[in-house]
C-alpha cells in the first residue's frame, strides 16, 4: 500500500501540480488565502486515486469546514487526508519549496504517510512501526549530537498564540539560527531527515501534520504541544500546535525553555 501510495503521490504532481507551476491561476478562498487551479486538480485526482489503495473516504484542505468536520466525526475507521499543494504561496511565486501530502489514518492516528516535493523529487514516506526514508534511504540521514544553542530551529512564529513567546523567540531563542520556510509538511521531513534539529509551530491544520508527524515520529525524534505530552490527543485536531525535536534531550530542553516563556 505505501508503494502504491508514493506512486500515486508522484503521479499526481507530475500530471496536475508541475505543469501549472511557474504559470499559475490564482484566486482567492473565503478565508483570504490563495488557491490555484492546481490545488483544485490534484485534490481532484486523489479523489479519484486513493479509494482505490484503501476504500475510505477522502478529507481535503480545499473542502468546506463542514465538510472536514463531518468526515472526522463519522470516519474513524478509516479516512485518507491530503494537503494537495503545502506551500501554495512559494508555488504561486515560484519558489522550489512546496510539496504534496497524503496520509491515511485510522482511530486518530496516522498509518501511512507520504509527502513529496516534486521539485526536488524527495518523497517522504512511513508506514506506522515500519520506520521513515527518503527515496529509499532510512531516516535520519544524519545524526550529529548538538547542544541546544547550536541547534537549527524550523519556527513559524506567526501562529504563536502568546504575544510573550512570539516576541522572546525572536530575540531570545537559546538556538543557533532560525528558519521559517513556508510549507508545514516539509518542516516534519527535514526534522526527520536531521536537517532541522526543533521545531513549535502554533497551530497546523490536520493536513499539515497528518503524514509528516508521523515520518518524523518514525524517524525516531520527539513530539508534544503546547497543550500536552501526548501529540496525537486532545480534542483540537484541525488546529495543533508543535513543538518537537530529534535528539531528545535537546528536545527536552526545547520543551522546557517553550513552556516557561508562554
Known amino acids: 500500500m505505501l ?4 506512486s500515486l503521490v508522484r503521479e499526481v504532481a507530475q500530471t496536475e501540480v508541475m505543469p501549472r507551476f511557474l504559470d499559475a491561476v490564482v484566486s482567492r478562498k473565503l478565508d483570504g488565502s490563495l488557491l490555484t487551479e492546481a490545488d483544485l486538480a490534484a485534490q481532484s485526482a486523489f479523489a479519484t486515486g486513493l479509494p482505490a489503495i484503501i476504500d475510505c473516504p477522502m478529507l481535503g484542505e480545499e473542502m ?5 468536520r463531518e468526515l472526522w466525526h463519522y470516519n474513524e475507521e478509516g479516512l485518507w487526508v491530503v494537503d494537495p499543494i503545502d506551500g501554495t ?3 504561486i511565486n515560484g519558489l522550489p519549496h512546496f510539496a504534496l501530502s497524503a496520509a491515511y489514518i485510522k482511530h486518530g492516528r496516522t498509518q501511512l504517510g507520504v509527502v513529496f516535493n516534486p521539485v526536488s523529487d524527495e518523497c517522504f514516506y512511513a508506514k506506522r512501526g515500519e520506520g521513515a526514508f ?4 532510512s531516516l535520519p540521514l544524519r ?4 547542544y541546544l544553542h547550536e541547534a537549527i530551529a524550523g519556527v513559524e512564529i506567526k501562529y504563536l498564540r502568546s504575544g510573550k513567546l512570539s516576541s522572546r523567540m525572536n530575540t531570545l531563542a537559546p538556538v543557533g539560527s532560525i528558519r521559517s520556510l513556508g510549507s508545514s509538511t516539509l ?3 527535514y526534522l526527520a531527515a536531521g536537517r532541522y534539529d526543533v521545531y513549535v509551530h502554533g497551530g497546523q491544520k490536520l ?3 497528518a503524514a509528516g508527524a508521523l515520518i518524523f515520529e518514525e524517524a525516531g525524534g520527539c513530539l508534544a504541544t503546547l497543550e500536552g505530552d501526548d501529540f496525537w490527543s486532545g480534542e483540537h485536531v484541525f488546529s495543533r500546535s508543535v513543538i518537537a525535536g530529534l535528539q ?3 528536545f527536552a530542553n526545547w520543551l522546557k525553555w517553550i513552556r516557561d516563556n508562554q
Open 64 to 68: 468546506t469546514a463542514v465538510e472536514q
Open 248 to 250: 531528545p534531550q535537546v
Open 187 to 189: 518542516d516534519w521531513c
Open 143 to 146: 545524526s550529529v549530537h548538538k
Open 3 to 6: 508503494n502504491r501510495l508514493q
Open 134 to 137: 527518503l527515496n529509499g534511504r
Open 207 to 209: 493536513w499539515d501534520y
Open 89 to 91: 504561496n512559494n508555488f
